[in-house]
């Protein structure tokens, strides 16, 4: 069945940028152009929280935390989800996921929640110092 597969984590200097990557595999067709996608990062204090959701027509909504700093993308033709981190603070430092929607094409239009996803990637880590 589907499967999400993050890259991209890493350390980084506060002030800094990273790149992370979710290609989706094991899909007739490309899934990024029928669901929705969005990336979610975890920490101790606060769980799972939405940052990103773009759906299959390119319509993004972000978390207030996030908005202006982070960018979420894809590439249909690879089936791959993007999220252009700039800016990073040290409470950006989390286990970042990329998630899809197991059956629609279109986001919630608000900020993404875990109940909305059916689809997980295994997590990517990103530390910031």
């Known amino acids: 069945h589907v499967q999400l597969v993050e890259s991209g984590g890493g350390s980084v200097q506060a002030g800094g940028s990273l790149r992370l990557s979710c290609t989706a595999s094991?899909?007739?067709?490309?899934?990024?152009?029928?669901?929705?996608l969005g990336w979610f990062r975890q920490t101790p204090g606060k769980g799972r929280q939405g940052l990103a959701s773009i759906d299959a027509d390119g319509t993004t909504v972000y978390a207030p935390s996030v908005k202006g700093r982070f960018t979420i993308s894809k590439d249909n033709a690879r089936d791959t989800l993007y999220l252009q981190m700039d800016s990073l603070k040290p409470d950006d430092s989390a286990i970042y996921y990329c998630?899809?929607?197991?059956?629609?094409?279109?986001?919630?239009?608000?900020?993404?929640?875990?109940?909305?996803?059916?689809?997980w990637g295994q997590g990517t880590q990103v530390t910031v110092s």
């Open positions: 998630a899809a929607d197991s059956v629609y094409d279109f986001c919630s239009g608000f900020v993404p929640t875990e109940g909305d996803f059916q689809y």
């Open positions: 094991g899909y007739t067709g490309y899934y990024a152009t029928t669901h929705c």
